[in-house]
């Protein structure tokens, strides 16, 4: 996972924050049964973890990142991928509309790098922005996130979630807290959210 914002680059180590494969697996099933054909995006692919799961049951899945892909492996001392990855902004970068994609995936930082001070700026949220651009490249949109964010009360968030079940069905997949990689583990806990086309006046909710 890296992060990115407007006009800069800059990423996490990727040894820290890949993904674990059985995380990726609990989404799997669902992204098969709404987006079962065409081309998958990995938004913000880093080392590209995720993208090495998805790809064993979905071979046409691409990553983008800020940062070049190839050399993230190499210092998490992962073998060459065998799906394409490109170089971009991908916040930003238009080039990415070219593809019909029908689905984006993404484990996006909590809060975008650059941020001063302590009081909420919906520009360095990075589940709101990445959410938001993956609407613009996909109908389906699976992003990892700290559960406490589909609950916190600031009025951008509150307002974009009111907006998203008024226009797509919206799902979560709770997945409890995480372990990483060397040892450890997240005193919270995560879930998948899964965003598609439909509506609904809730979220529904379920643990795998």
């Not at 892909?69 to 990855?85: D, F, G, M, N, T």
């Not at 997240?186 to 509506?199: E, N």
Request: net charge neutral.
């Amino acid at each position: 996972m890296t992060s990115t914002r407007p006009g800069t680059a800059a990423a996490y180590p990727a040894h820290l924050c890949r993904t674990k494969p059985d995380v990726t697996r609990k989404v799997l099933p669902r992204l098969l049964e709404l987006a079962p054909s065409g081309d998958w995006l990995g938004l913000g692919c880093g080392s590209g973890s995720i993208e090495d799961e998805l790809a064993k049951e979905h071979p046409t899945i691409a990553g983008v990142d800020i940062l070049d892909v190839s050399e993230l492996r190499a210092a998490a001392r992962l073998p060459p991928q065998v799906w394409p990855a490109y170089q971009a902004d991908y916040l930003l970068d238009d080039r990415l509309k070219a593809v019909s994609w029908s689905a984006v995936i993404s484990n996006p930082s909590f809060t975008l790098p650059g941020k001063s001070g302590g009081k909420y700026d919906p520009q360095y949220d990075g589940v709101l922005r990445t959410i938001e651009r993956g609407l613009e490249l996909a109908p389906v949109v699976a992003v990892l996130h700290r559960s406490s964010w589909f609950h916190e009360p600031q009025k951008e968030r509150v307002a974009f979630r009111k907006r998203l079940r008024g226009n797509y069905l919206t799902e979560r997949i709770v997945i409890g807290r995480t372990q990483f990689y060397g040892g450890g583990g997240d005193s919270t806990t995560y879930a998948w959210l899964v965003i598609s086309p439909g509506s609904s006046e809730t979220t529904l909710e379920y643990d795998v």
